[in-house]
């Protein structure tokens, strides 16, 4: 059972960064005290007890952490691999089930339902019946990636976070899975450091 659930999840995880970039959501949020000018150094947040935020899919974890390298050293970023450095990176994935329910008006813009009546005049009486089909309902399942990056200072306090929301496509190239994971990194960290 275990095992089934953690293949599930890896076949979510390796296409989460991969939804088009037009349907991503992103968000930052930052601790205001903090003079983010004075940030010069970082390394990778190191995760008690070996926990992977991929559940062992390396190639991936491998994928985000070279783009979000990139990123971050284009912006004049220092990685350092040993002693002490100004701020530490970390990320997460989520996926949830979501279901998006439509209605469409498919009667022509009259009421939907049944409709019936009778009148009488001064010389005739009558009959009218209408009806009218109810609006169409399409429910459709599928499943929504949350990609998260925080930013954490020397004092092991989190001084800025970027997060990236978005629908999960399936059936991606290699290169595709890739260039879509730079994208949303790149979006994500587009906002930091914050301005001041």
């Not at 991936?60 to 070279?66: A, C, G, M």
């Not at 009488?120 to 399409?138: D, F, I, K, L, N």
């Not at 989190?158 to 496509?169: E, F």
């Not at 960290?189 to 301005?195: R, V, W």
Request: a negative charge.
């Amino acid at each position: 059972m275990k095992t089934v659930w953690v293949g599930s999840w890896l076949v979510a995880v390796s296409v989460l960064l991969a939804a088009c970039s037009s349907g991503v959501s992103i968000d930052q949020d930052y601790n205001q005290a903090t003079d983010f000018s004075q940030l010069k150094t970082y390394h990778w947040y190191d995760v008690s007890q070996g926990q992977k935020n991929t559940h062992g899919n390396d190639i991936l974890d491998e994928r985000i952490r070279q783009a979000v390298d990139r990123e971050l050293q284009a912006k004049g970023f220092q990685q350092v691999t040993s002693g002490d450095v100004d701020f530490s990176v970390n990320y997460s994935i989520t996926t949830q089930a979501k279901t998006d329910i439509r209605s469409y008006n498919t009667y022509g813009g009259m009421a939907p339902g049944f409709t019936f009546g009778y009148g009488t005049g001064h010389y005739r009486y009558g009959y009218s019946m209408m009806y009218s089909t109810a609006p169409e309902v399409q429910t459709i399942h599928y499943e929504e990636g949350t990609f998260v990056l925080d930013i954490i200072n020397g004092g092991d306090k989190l001084v800025w976070r970027g997060t990236a929301v978005g629908r999960l496509k399936k059936n991606l190239s290699v290169e595709e899975k890739r260039q879509a994971i730079n994208n949303v990194v790149g979006k994500v960290l587009d906002g930091f450091p914050p301005e001041s």
